[in-house]
């Protein structure tokens, strides 16, 4: 209770908790609504169609959809990750599925690869990349215009 209350006195809208199954988040949930913020589903490429129409189902705020099975940052040889066409087909199943926004994460650094997933989701989540460019010390309003523009 003391969470969600602080969490919504200081502008949070909701959280993204990984690791919680969404049988057992009954409590959060009821934490969270109480105070009007919402608790992030997350679905993956390998997510079984029964269980995703039920994650896209619960879900509040928007659902984020990785875009690879693994853990978030670069691909192996450093550089952003292509999207193929059956990222963007998954994309477009989560989308049918679900009734809140869908926003595609994990590896997302390049203006081509939000270019690639526009029309397929309804927003992006650069969570690493803007870490990272923090970490490097660059302006993070250049690489946020740089992911729009190019």
Do not use: W
């Not at 919504?8 to 969404?22: E, H, K, Q, S, T």
């Amino acid at each position: 209770e003391v969470l969600p209350r602080a969490a919504a006195a200081a502008g949070v809208a909701g959280f993204i908790v990984p690791d919680l199954p969404c049988e057992e988040s009954a409590d959060l949930n009821q934490a969270l609504d109480v105070q009007g913020l919402a608790r992030v589903q997350m679905v993956t490429p390998v997510t079984p169609a029964p269980r995703l129409a039920m994650l896209c189902r619960e879900a509040k705020g928007f659902v984020y959809a990785v875009t690879m099975t693994g853990t978030t940052g670069k691909s192996k040889n450093g550089l952003a990750a292509e999207v193929s066409p059956e990222v963007l087909e998954y994309m477009d199943r989560v989308r049918r599925c679900s009734t809140v926004p869908v926003c595609a994460g994990f590896g997302i650094r390049s203006h081509e690869q939000v270019t690639r997933f526009a029309g397929h989701v309804d927003g992006v989540v650069v969570g690493s990349a803007l870490v990272e460019t923090l970490e490097r010390g660059e302006d993070v309003k250049a690489f946020l215009e740089s992911l729009r523009r190019g």
